[in-house]
């Protein structure tokens, strides 16, 4: 694929980054069923003959930050006639993000010019926001309370306990020729977080006939707290890949030149349903299709871009934002879909088609019941057996009102514990006597799904004592299995501040300064890494090559 960013012979370094992958990767996941994913809707059209899946060895060749090495987020991914002008190539990160998206024009994901955040901010991701209790946002919190961000990516690197990156723990995957599907669980992404994150996503990547690339999400809210600002997705392209940017489809929503979180939000039914990216020349183009939903269900959905920092081509950052805002209530218990589609191709060729499939896209609550999900009596009775629990019920799949139950891998234990509680064992207390949550702090080393039970399943004593965690752990569970007339008569929430949404903008500040890398890419060249100690330093720290 060629482009301004095409595709380069890859360095030996690099290929040496790919071979070792697959052993240093940490993200085993067990292989999901049938059986497991019959809630999921169908593909909008059926799949391509014509796709090849791309495995975890697999660089993309891209030029990226320095510092930052692209072996520790690949996972897997996808490639559809990659050298046809309509061709694509998707790679997809650990945490579920899509990391590099490359077509005829070249790599269109940004070049993460943003230090303490390597394939964590500027990707294409789900993102869920509490506003209750999300200290960044100005409604009167104190100063020193902490964001409310839960990530489709992983953590900042703002915690000295965890110099290195963590994306969210892959809990179960299913890779084919022409789909990609996998489920995570998502984290807070300001760390050390005093909120826990009880959010699951299950994201399909498919491959669709027409040549589009279908990205499908199901978001589960097991945890306590209400979810009221989301982004379905978070994304954006390279300004200097793609400088032609008309983002409602009509022409009357160019880019011009303001910032992000300058610009004012459009609700979707104002739009033709697609953005539209392309270079001069009008080939090579991009269309992202978000669809045009009317606002029912209790969510409203609007579209916000604008530039990450100088709207510039010259920017560091060459990052144009784009984010669909889904204002809704999404309760304890609660699920929803969201469907939507990248098509690749001349100008000519994607307008047709993205107009196409702006009526395949999805926005919308899902009922998941015990029908949605099959019953599988013998592992129930062994469940039952197994954790001593009269009554306990079990599914494969996700239940609205029900909990994940996880095998979770203790470092100092041999065999896997069954809990539905992820964060066993690993709160602490910060430097302000703060109860903080490290997910990323070694005492777990994996965490897998087995399925869904209807109550609590505490987690046996660890070295650190969690009787703390096993009450607040069954509290939470109280607050699940929302009833239906309680989700007809509430109320929309609050509009969430427009500086939530801005918060992955803004966090290159003074705290960051420590972190200011300027030179060798992870395969570049040794002259530069000789010239700044401090690249070197980081990736000494963070174990990078």
Request: hydrophobic share 35%.
């Given at each position: ?5 095409g ?22 996941a ?8 019959a ?7 059926a ?8 495995g ?10 320095a510092?930052?090495?692209?072996r520790?987020v ?5 490639a559809?006639?990659?050298e ?5 190539e998707?790679?997809?990160?650990k ?12 790599e269109?994901v ?8 390597p394939?964590v ?6 993102v ?12 009167g919190?104190p100063a020193?309370?902490?964001a409310y961000?839960i ?6 690197l ?9 994306y969210?723990?892959v809990?179960l995957?299913?890779r084919?020729?022409n789909?990609?599907?996998m ?25 669709l ?9 199901v978001l589960?809210?097991f945890?306590?707290?209400t979810?009221?600002?989301?982004n ?7 300004s200097s890949v ?9 022409q009357q929503g ?16 104002r739009?033709q349903?697609?953005?539209?990216f392309?270079?001069?020349?009008r080939?090579g183009?991009?269309a ?11 969510i409203?959905?609007l ?11 010259a ?11 889904a204002?809704?209530a999404l309760?304890?218990g609660e699920a ?5 589609f ?6 000519d060729?994607i ?9 395949h896209a999805?926005?919308q609550?899902?009922?998941?019941t ?5 019953t599988?009596?013998?592992a129930?009775?062994?469940l039952?057996e197994?954790l001593?629990?009269?009554?306990l019920?079990?599914?494969h ?22 809990t539905?509680?992820p ?14 949550y ?11 799904l087995k ?13 650190r004592?969690?009787s703390?965690?096993d ?7 109280s607050r699940?299995?929302?009833?239906n007339?309680?989700?007809r ?7 969430a501040s427009a ?16 972190w ?9 060249s040794t002259?530069?890494?000789r ?6 330093a980081f ?7």
């Amino acid at each position: 694929m060629g482009g301004a960013n095409g595709r380069r012979p890859v360095p030996v370094a690099a290929v040496i980054c790919g071979v070792l992958a697959a052993a240093c990767a940490g993200t085993r996941a067990d292989e999901l069923t049938d059986t497991a994913l019959a809630f999921l809707p169908a593909p909008a059209l059926a799949l391509s003959g014509e796709a090849k899946a791309i495995g975890v060895d697999s660089a993309s060749g891209s030029s990226w930050h320095a510092g930052f090495c692209e072996r520790r987020v690949q996972f897997g991914g996808l490639a559809y006639r990659p050298e046809q002008p309509d061709g694509w190539e998707l790679r997809v990160g650990k945490g579920g993000q899509i990391y590099s998206l490359r077509c005829a024009a070249g790599e269109t994901v940004p070049p993460q010019k943003h230090d303490a955040a390597p394939w964590v901010d500027e990707v294409w991701q789900a993102v869920a926001v509490c506003s209750e209790k999300n200290g960044r946002s100005p409604r009167g919190r104190p100063a020193d309370a902490a964001a409310y961000f839960i990530h489709g990516s992983g953590i900042y690197l703002r915690d000295p306990q965890r110099p290195k990156p963590f994306y969210n723990p892959v809990l179960l995957v299913e890779r084919k020729s022409n789909s990609l599907t996998m489920v995570n669980w998502l984290q807070q992404a300001h760390v050390p977080s005093p909120h826990r994150s009880g959010v699951l996503c299950y994201a399909r990547f498919a491959a669709l006939q027409n040549g589009a690339l279908e990205v499908t999400y199901v978001l589960l809210n097991f945890g306590p707290d209400t979810l009221d600002f989301l982004n379905l997705p978070w994304g954006g392209v390279r300004s200097s890949v793609f400088p032609y940017k008309d983002v409602t489809g009509a022409q009357q929503g160019k880019a011009g030149r303001d910032r992000f979180g300058r610009t004012p939000t459009v609700p979707l039914a104002r739009t033709q349903g697609f953005a539209l990216f392309s270079r001069p020349d009008r080939t090579g183009a991009m269309a992202w299709v978000y669809g045009r939903h009317e606002d029912t269900g209790g969510i409203k959905a609007l579209l916000r871009w604008g530039y990450a920092g100088v709207p510039d081509r010259a920017s560091p950052r060459d990052y144009f934002v784009t984010s669909l805002i889904a204002r809704t209530a999404l309760k304890p218990g609660e699920a929803l879909l969201r469907r939507y589609f990248f098509v690749f191709g001349s100008e000519d060729h994607i307008r047709r088609v993205g107009a196409e499939m702006v009526g395949h896209a999805r926005l919308q609550r899902l009922e998941l019941t015990e029908d949605t999900a099959p019953t599988d009596g013998t592992a129930e009775a062994r469940l039952r057996e197994t954790l001593g629990i009269e009554g306990l019920r079990f599914r494969h799949g996700p239940v609205c009102g029900w909990l994940p139950l996880f095998h979770i891998y203790l470092r100092n234990r041999k065999e896997p514990v069954l809990t539905t509680d992820p964060y066993a064992g690993l709160s602490s207390k910060d430097a302000r006597g703060r109860t903080v949550y490290r997910a990323y702090d070694g005492r777990i080393t994996r965490w897998t799904l087995k399925g869904f039970v209807d109550r609590p399943v505490p987690a046996p004593s660890t070295p650190r004592d969690n009787s703390t965690l096993d009450v607040e752990h069954s509290a939470l569970h109280s607050r699940l299995r929302p009833s239906n007339a309680e989700h007809r008569t509430s109320s929309p929430p609050p509009p969430a501040s427009a500086g939530a949404e801005s918060d992955f903008l803004s966090l290159t500040g003074s705290l960051l300064c420590s972190w200011r890398l300027s030179a060798a890419r992870c395969s570049g060249s040794t002259s530069a890494a000789r010239s700044t100690g401090r690249t070197v330093a980081f990736r000494r720290a963070t174990g990078c090559c």
